[in-house]
Each structure stands twice: as C-alpha cells, then as structure tokens.
Nanobody, 128 residues
Framework: QLQLVESGGGLVQPGGSLRLSCAAS????????IGWFRQAPGKEREGVSC????????NYADSVKGRFTISRDNAKNTVYLQMNSLKPEDTAVYYC?????????????????????WGQGIQVTVSS
C-alpha cells in the first residue's frame, strides 16, 4: 500500500524555521515527483514547492521563494521542505503528494490536480 507520511510541523514564532519531512512507504520515491501543498482555513489549496524525480528540477511559489528549500534523499525515501523566515501567512495544513507520470515526474509542476498520492497533512502554525 502506497503511503506518504508528513512530519515536522508545529508552532513556531515569526522569523523561525521548521523542516517538514515526507516519508514514503510501500513504494520507492525514485521515479516520483514530490510536491508540497498547503491549505489555510477558508482558502483553496495551493502549491508551495515541487521537486522532480531526478531532483534536478525544483519549482517554488513566488510567496516562498528565497525562504523555502525542497530536497530529496532517495536513499531514505524521504523528501524535505526546509522553511525559514516563516511568516504568519505561512500558517496552513501542509500536504506532500507524489506522482510518477512522465510529465509530472520530469517537470514537477505546482498543480495539485496532477498528483495522485497524498499524505494526511500536518499543521504548521506561525504565531507569536
């Protein structure tokens, strides 16, 4: 059974950092693009950052460029999202998602509709 599990969320003060992890079980991530998405209360889900299966292509939402970094460790079957200089507007439930279709795995688009497998989500709250 394919499963994605997020970890590393929590409460942090503005300007602080968190590192989210997305661990896969039941399959290897080697051939999958992985995306991080988030949904704040009353808002639509949005793409945050995605990484191609090779790790050679990464995409970021404009709102997080320069603050967030996505990376992957295929040996550990895990993808990370390092979040620095966090702002209150980063508060949301964060989801990781995976897909292995050729276009998605190569280009890692920020479109959540293109990803087939999803984690259960984890809360990130940025507040003083």
């Amino acid at each position: 059974q394919l499963q994605l599990v997020e970890s590393g969320g929590g409460l942090v003060q503005p300007g602080g950092s968190l590192r989210l992890s997305c661990a896969a079980s039941g399959f290897t991530l080697d051939y999958y693009a992985i995306g991080w998405f988030r949904q704040a209360p009353g808002k639509e889900r949005e793409g945050v950052s995605c990484i191609s299966s090779s790790g050679g292509r990464t995409n970021y939402a404009d709102s997080v460029k320069g603050r967030f970094t996505i990376s992957r460790d295929n040996a550990k079957n895990t993808v990370y999202l390092q979040m620095n200089s966090l702002k209150p507007e980063d508060t949301a439930v964060y989801y990781c998602a995976a897909d292995s279709t050729p276009v998605v795995s190569r280009y890692a688009p920020l479109n959540d509709r293109l990803y087939s497998y999803w984690g259960q989500g984890i809360q990130v709250t940025v507040s003083s």
